[in-house]
């Protein structure tokens, strides 16, 4: 099946057959293989010390990544940390692996130099069927994609498209600001269905209530958005601009402000930005080699955040967390606070600064690589570099201050190159 639409002229074709089998190694799938043993071989034929690394990418849950590299991909289970698969490819690598979950069903964009499945082609790979699925081609870069169950989404540089899973049929185009991160992220729960990404003007948010039929636009920074994410069901946005020094973290539905934090003074290439699972904790990685841990006084009363359960139906959502009951999404006080200046007391009449909230864990790293931080369990910050780096950290949930080191891997030795 071939479609020619918008004026990208997008090709997308539902494939019947794979690539070609002298391509990948032969591997058991990922669904039949448990994610605490691995299950791919390595190619003999590649020497590890040449192998670089492109990028990383959590999964939906947090609970593994994926490192595409110029000769493949890996996957990685977070706790236990350990290599469950890999497939290794002879005419190159991927810059960009989506996964879904810890499903079979993978997003693969070629990198640089891969001369076969190039940087403007998406590729959704069911391993299952050790076969590619769908096909979907661009006249530009692809910049990100984003899966969910239901939706494939794929992000070029001044435009988003929103497919449906299970045809492949177009459903949605948003035009965007330039985009060259492919910034954009999605709810999970299954029913909401809310997509984030810049908008047409500088520092604005655009964020989709499909479910809804709704789109809001919040402007959240006076300079462009540098990165941002959103909770599991879509209902709390945190955003952070190009200047690097503060995240805010805004009620998706009405575009109301709840909280303001304060990473530094001086400007940062913010990296990431993740939220725990309880909405209680949020984590901020950027260039200048620390990663900070604030308290977030957002919460959903009476409610478990984390749970899908959360929310009931898409009516709900917009009479509950409408503006007339924001109270309802605003937490008075926290098991660990956000320390303030001790100037605060003058707010209004000192500058903004000086009322700021700063972070209340911290755990610093070497300012030579890209990180990427994730909430594990009891209290855990998981951090993987560019460098082939995975580090483990616990932080003191009453007290705060600097996390402690509980585990660090090498998973991958690779030589840093300049980007």
């Known amino acids: 099946m071939t479609i020619a639409s918008s004026p990208m002229s997008l090709a997308v074709s539902t494939l019947q ?44 849950d947090y609970g593994c990544f994926a490192a595409g ?21 002879k005419s190159g690598g991927f810059g960009i692996i989506e996964m879904l979950f810890r499903s079979n069903i993978l997003a693969l964009v070629g990198g640089k130099g891969n001369t076969q499945y190039p940087p403007n082609k998406v590729i959704i790979w069911d391993d299952h069927q050790s076969r590619c699925i769908g096909e979907f081609s661009f006249r530009s870069e ?36 330039a985009n060259p991160r492919g910034l954009c992220c999605l709810s999970h729960q299954v029913n909401t269905s809310v997509l984030a990404c810049p908008g047409l003007r500088r520092g604005q948010v655009r964020v989709e209530h499909f479910g809804l039929n709704m789109t809001k636009l919040i402007n959240a920074h006076d300079s462009r958005i540098a990165c941002l994410t959103m909770t599991m069901d879509g209902l709390l946005l945190a955003t952070a601009s190009t200047k690097g020094t503060l995240v805010r973290i805004f009620n998706a539905m009405d575009g109301t402000r709840l909280q303001e934090v304060r990473r530094g003074v001086d400007r ?42 959360s929310v009931t139906s898409a009516a709900a959502l917009s009479h509950q967390y409408s503006s007339s009951s924001l109270d309802a999404l605003i ?3 926290s098991a660990g606070a956000n320390p303030g200046s001790s100037l605060s007391f003058m707010k209004g009449v000192l500058p903004k600064y000086f009322s700021s909230e700063w972070s209340f864990a911290r755990f610093h790293l070497p300012e030579c690589t890209h990180y990427m931080s ?20 616990i932080f003191d949930p009453v007290n705060g201050g600097e996390m402690v080191q509980h585990e660090y891997v090498r998973f991958l030795k690779t030589q840093l190159k300049s980007r």
Request: glycine share 6%; net charge negative.
């Open 374 to 393: 994730a909430f594990g369990s009891q209290n855990t910050v998981i951090i993987v570099g560019m460098d082939g780096s995975f580090y483990r950290c």
């Open 331 to 333: 937490s008075p006080t």
């Open 17 to 60: 057959e794979g690539f070609p089998e002298s391509e990948f190694l032969p591997v058991e799938p990922l669904m039949d293989a448990p994610y605490n043993s691995p299950s791919g071989h390595s190619n003999p034929e590649i020497d590890e010390s040449e192998i670089d690394l492109l990028s990383v990418s959590w999964n939906q």
């Open 69 to 89: 590299t110029n000769h493949g991909f890996r996957i990685y289970n977070c706790d236990p940390f350990k290599e469950t698969f890999r497939r290794d490819l």
């Open 142 to 177: 692809v910049r990100a994609v984003k899966l969910r169950r239901d939706r494939i989404v794929v992000v070029l540089e001044h435009k988003i498209y929103v497919y449906n899973f299970m045809d492949l049929k177009l459903l949605h185009q948003i035009e965007t600001l």
């Open 268 to 309: 940062a290439d913010i990296y990431g930005i993740a939220l725990s699972p309880n909405v209680q904790w949020l984590a901020v990685s950027s260039d200048k080699g620390t990663v900070h841990i604030f308290s977030l006084r957002v919460r959903v009363v009476g409610e478990d955040p984390s749970s899908a359960q």
